[in-house]
């Protein structure tokens, strides 16, 4: 009886020790927790001073919260279909969702909306909102694909759907901000935040450097710092060009383009002037061109294209590999 009352002792005591380290390690993490809560209440001063100037020496940042006040961007993407089209309208949605005050007109080259871009813009409407992105869709005429082998640059590209989207702007304007901006935004390139905010208070048409267009690092206007004007550019490409410079590098006022209702992109003209004579039709001289982007010192977007994915397994298989997919 004793000997038992023994063992139940020392249980008791062994009990005890083990909840008694319970207790403790457990006070120390709640006390390690409660002095960093504190610590980060009472940030250093000087990490907090650091961060405003930061942020004061950022004019964009600090612009960021009033996005909403300024004139809307519509923002037209030609699409069309390739094996990388969804991986690249999903990079852009994703740097367009962190724009505030878009209106993003996509405008798929196919005879009807197809399925697949159907189910992405209505997934988009509940991130975008409901009227912030209409889909369009135009067809490129069948003299105007490119065949296979053909260079790139051998036909002009997303120029009907650019126009569909022009006609519906201009069918719609009653119902749209008429005071907004129109940037034509090719599905394939990288467009840093900036850039909207640079373009939104452009009064007839703003211009920029584009990175990696027209066989260049850097294809851009070049500025007269002492009057802020256009003077001239650095492209090489067909250098002659009125307008020298890529679909990515300006943004026009939209009523202005609105109210001039013959004005369109035009198929006849010569290979790489789609820009140029499209500009052409709104200013005559490189003066009535606003410098953005710290007069046209700063890259805010990369003319890019996503490589073709290597397919070459695929064709070894009896049913594809994204047979029965979502
Ligand atoms: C360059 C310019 O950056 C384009 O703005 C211009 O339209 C193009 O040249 C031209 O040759 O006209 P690049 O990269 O060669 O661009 O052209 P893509 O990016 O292949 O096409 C421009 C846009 O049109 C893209 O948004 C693309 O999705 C669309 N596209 C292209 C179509 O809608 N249909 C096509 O058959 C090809
Ligand atoms: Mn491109």
């Not at 409660?34 to 907090?48: F, I, N, Y």
């Not at 089209?85 to 005879?111: F, G, K």
């Not at 805010?300 to 073709?308: F, K, N, S």
Request: hydrophobic share 40%.
């Amino acid at each position: 009886m004793n000997k038992t009352s023994g063992k139940q002792n020392i249980y008791l005591v062994g009990a005890l020790c083990v909840n008694l380290r319970r207790y403790i390690i457990l006070i120390a993490i709640v006390t390690i927790l409660l002095v960093q809560a504190l610590l980060s209440l009472h940030r250093s001063p000087e990490g907090s001073d650091l961060e405003e100037s930061q942020r004061q020496s950022c004019n964009f940042c600090q612009h960021f919260p009033d996005y909403k006040k300024e004139p809307r961007i519509f923002i037209v993407t030609p699409t069309y279909s390739r094996h990388v089209q969804l991986a690249e309208l999903t990079r852009l949605s994703h740097t367009l969702m962190l724009v505030p005050n878009i209106h993003w007109i996509i405008v798929e080259d196919s005879i009807e909306p197809t399925r697949l871009l159907k189910r992405f813009v209505q997934r988009l409407k509940f991130l975008f909102g409901f009227k912030a992105i209409t889909h369009l869709n135009q067809e490129t005429p069948e003299a105007f694909r490119l065949k296979p082998g053909d260079p790139s640059w051998a036909k002009p590209k997303g120029i009907w759907q650019r126009n569909k989207a022009l006609q519906w702007l201009r069918e719609n304007q009653e119902s749209l901000d008429s005071d907004g901006i129109l940037y034509f935004a090719d599905d394939d390139n990288i467009y840093d935040l900036e850039l909207f905010h640079e373009m939104r208070d452009t009064k007839k048409i703003s211009v920029w450097p584009v990175a990696f267009a027209g066989g260049l690092l850097v294809e851009k206007p070049l500025v007269d710092l002492s009057t802020g004007r256009v003077t001239s550019f650095n492209s090489m490409w067909k250098r002659q060009r009125p307008f020298p410079f890529d679909m990515a590098g300006f943004a026009m006022r939209l009523r202005m383009v609105v109210d001039k209702s013959q004005a369109l992109f035009s198929e006849k003209q010569p290979i790489g002037y789609v820009e140029s004579h499209f500009i052409g039709q709104f200013v005559s001289h490189w003066s009535d061109l606003e410098p953005r982007a710290n007069n046209c010192t700063k890259i805010l977007v990369w003319h890019t294209r996503m490589q073709r994915p290597a397919l070459h397994e695929e064709r070894k298989l009896a049913m594809p590999s994204n047979y029965g997919m979502a």
